[in-house]
């Protein structure tokens, strides 16, 4: 058969549409997503099986009826929906209610009033990550992430040619940050520390001092702090939230946050970037320009739910916070009593925060398993049950489980990965 169309014709050039430079890193990231491996343990599962697919891999919990958002913030959409104000086009940096209302929100828990001119809105904070990694992405920069951390970051910044380093989270320490290796990273081309607090995925909430102690290492170094508060507030053990934005006198601070998971509505994608910049060097190396510039050639939320947000904040009461925590409390201590029971994978730290826990296998225990991946695919074909690889997240030969679920079906799940290390359990020797 004739080649290159040139029975239609006349010769013309190949297509060139991807060129191989182009593609190359955007493949490599996207197969790096938590979707992408999710996908890859999905494909293992027994589709003839009997048993109903119980995923406790991904952290959306509105699967569950009991993750429902406080009818409150519904009626505010539909209000701000209904009112016909909220129709057109949003300013890029998002409207100015929903800025100053998200400004007083975060200003809560800080000792000093964030401006609503601090606040950019964003789809999720998803987009927040995405706006912070393109303006801080130089050629030959770095940037410093926790290992296991949230992979968006790792996907981000190889797209854009922003080199990452990793420091490591220390499980047995509560998974606090290994500032030693911190200072061992930076170098005079590092230009943030990313931190996530309460952590996806370990389930952990740092102190206010170890909080302080990150802050003087940045300073030390010379490098803003990214912190990453997507699961603000949602501290259900003993250790209360606090924002790493109390330490800005000291070192300048970017939060980046959503009402995704504190309101249980990922769907609605509603984030922000907040400058916490006390002494004015974010605003002096022009960061607040770049945010927007950035912004205006990206797109915004939706203008209905931004023009909402004003009412999900101020009329969603405390009862509705307080009841999930009782139940990610539960249901987070349902998940580490039911791992503690199981031979052959253990949890170093109980979870305290967040919807998430890491759980390290020991492979010594468990007979034919080559790795996590191994693992999770067989646990899928034979239970049914699907939980995330550690390797996704840095983290060979660890898993991470979501316990945002409701409690029948979290049992059922942790049950099954028991009776699956029971089958697979070496004989003693
Ligand atoms: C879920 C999550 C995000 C993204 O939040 P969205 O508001 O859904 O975009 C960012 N960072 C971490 C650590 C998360 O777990």
Known sequence: MEGNGAAAGGTRRPWSICRQSAGAPLAAAGSMSIRAVLDRVFSAVDASGPRPVLAIGNGDPTASACFRPPLEAEEAVVEALR???????????????????????????????????????????????????????????NILLPKPGFPLYESRTMFSNLEDRHFNLIPDRGWEADLESVEALADENTVAMVIVNPSNPCGSVYSHDHLAKIAETARKLGI??????????????????????????????????????????????????????????????????????????????????????????????????????????????????????????????????????????????????????DFCCRLAKEESVIVLPGSALGMKDWIRITFAMDMPTLENALERIKSFCQRHAKLEA
């Open 83 to 141: 009112s016909r104000k909220h129709n057109g086009y949003s300013p890029c940096v998002g409207v100015l209610p929903a800025r100053r209302a998200i400004a007083e929100y975060l200003s809560r828990d800080l000792p000093y009033q964030l401006s609503r001119d601090d606040i950019y809105l964003t789809s999720g904070c998803c987009q927040a990550i995405d706006v912070m990694i393109s303006i801080l992405a130089q050629p030959g920069s």
């Open 224 to 373: 803003i702090i990214i912190a990453d508060e997507v699961y603000d507030h949602l501290a259900f053990g003993n250790k209360p939230f606090i924002p790493m934005g109390i330490f800005a006198d000291i070192v300048p601070v970017i939060t980046v946050g959503s009402i995704s998971k504190r309101w249980l509505v990922p769907g609605w994608r509603l984030g922000w970037i907040a400058m916490c910049d006390l002494n004015g060097i974010l605003k002096e190396a022009k960061v607040d320009k770049l945010i927007e510039s950035y912004i205006n050639i990206t797109n915004d939320p939706a203008t209905f739910i931004q023009g909402a947000v004003p009412q999900i904040i101020a009329n969603t009461k405390e009862d509705y916070f307080m009841k999930i925590l009782n139940l990610l409390r539960n249901s987070a201590d349902l998940c580490y009593g039911k791992i503690k029971e199981t031979r052959g994978i253990t949890c170093p730290h109980k979870p305290e925060g967040s919807m998430f826990v890491m759980a390290k296998l020991d492979l010594s225990c468990l007979d034919g398993i080559q790795d996590d991946l």
